[in-house]
């Protein structure tokens, strides 16, 4: 009874008004984790769990979630659908799920597209679903067996296998995920690391066998219990410990024989050396993607990942074959062992090695064809290339193009080459993300350089990152780039466009936007903050950087065409237009606003501030707010 009313006042403290799914999930856990001692270990002061810490009496303790196995659960979000011809027969259903859950080939009968190997949308207004692969059925359907509407939410859940959604009478959007056991306890972690240090009463409990990812980096727990216990997790599929430069890799490696299940493994900025690599490469054979970031790893270490089937591998050491994304940047690896790993990883398609044409280099363009001709020479699955060496030859991005037909991301940082060297690189067809860093004498141009280039592979670009021009060109660069949907500009002296309006119909996909500007008022006008934000409707974040053009007129301009209704996060540094006035009509909009930041603008004082966070507090409104001076 005690522990009830516990938390009933706790909930009584931070229920939100704006009940959401996440603020409702969020306002639980923060009820557990204020009532940690009381709930998971029946202790009533911090004395009396100090004693349990201090004497190990607290491992005595298995905890509420042993058996923690959820019912699957739905959660249904309903949104407006723009569209006037979809208007009542166009119900879109996004399926979020694992792959392992629900396969993908799910009943074409039923009008499923999958996306990106996550998403479905259904396009029938009511559907069933069924996955071999559990022998479990999800029905939607017109009777809701089990439904609570919540501000325009419908949690919808039930003890048994099936579950409905209601029908809904105007328009809308059905938004759906699945929660398992294990994605609770990390979003348990989540709110836990949030607000207080993940030690070991709360690492103890949550490092089970049901936990199936798990992050330890940047020391945000008690990290050497949390290796302690995590032999325990012998499913673990996803872990980070990057950034642990003070654990030794000889306290990791007797771990590893523990987690043979591991698919993804971040040990970027550790102490990460050859000999832990060789463990990992003998015990986690269905590894898909493992960083290695500024570590001590060498040659010698990544030879042992392509196992001992292959010439360039180790013998006795079973390798990790399954590798598509490898990062290797910033350690002692030459091109040597980078062009070993190409050669020996069958299935990479994702290797972030910052002297990537260096390995082409050492390719002579005249045995090209005989290298693509051999069987165990086929052409690379490489889809990205990174480089960041002052120069790259013109026969090295001849031969990357040759054999790495299928490159959608490319990456040139501080390359002194000129623009006819540049125009190389419109040999790759198939770019999404491109971006382009000039070297300090800026020797590439935007328009005798990175316009052509645009023109040429611009139908299929959706990011882009440009910086350290003198000039670029907005209009120029949204035509060429019609579907466009992540930007950012930085160090670029000055930004052009038209004056007498923004140009309809370009930038209406964006959204992400991040402007880094200079000093100088000629790079981010008035009309150039028009154009790229009138448009951008689907905008979600936004970053602007010593802006003196941005300001409430402006942004009420955009509003008028532009509400900004999917804005999630907004950054706003060094901009002295933005006041007080700006940021409240900010807040009261319809909006999907979870966090903002104000950094260095004069008109947002300590008063400002002050009532934004009363706002925040008084409506309890799931936003964060970050502001200094």
Known sequence: MEVFEAIEATVVTLMPLRKTVPTLQKCCMNCLARNWDLICYSVHSPQEMAGLLESDGYLAFDGPFTDFHLPRSIFAQREHVSSSSERNKLFQFRLKCRMSEFNSDLLDAYGFEFRDGFDAIIFNTLATLSSSSNRQTVKVNQAALHRIPINGFHYITTASSAFAADSFETPCRVVISTKNASTMLEDLMDVIRSTRNLSRKFLHLLLIEQLLKLNLSFGVAEVYYGLEFLPRCKRLRDLNLSYLRHIEAGQIIPIMSYLPALVCLNLAMSATNDALLRKVAGCCPNLVELNLQSTYISDDGVMSLCGDGDRCGVAGVEGCLKLRRLTVAETRVSWVGAYQLVRGLPLLSDFDYDKIFQVFEHLDPSSLASFVGEERNRPLKLRALYSTTPSIRGESIDAAAVLCPNVEILSVMNCWMDNDAFYKFMQFEHLK???????????????????????????????????KFAVVDIVSLGRSCPHLRKIALSSIQELQTNLHGPEDGIFKMLTNVELWLEDDPHSGSYHVLLQLLQNAVLLENLLIKKSTAIDHELLKKIWLTNPMQRVSRILLDSCSGICGNALNDLFRMENDLTTIRIWSCPKVDQVVRRGLMNYIKENNLYVYLEWFE
């Open 433 to 467: 993300t491109l971006t382009i860093f000039n070297s300090e004498g800026k020797t590439i141009d935007y328009g005798e350089g990175i316009l052509p280039l645009l023109q040429i592979i611009g139908g299929t670009l959706e990011n882009l990152i440009l910086s």
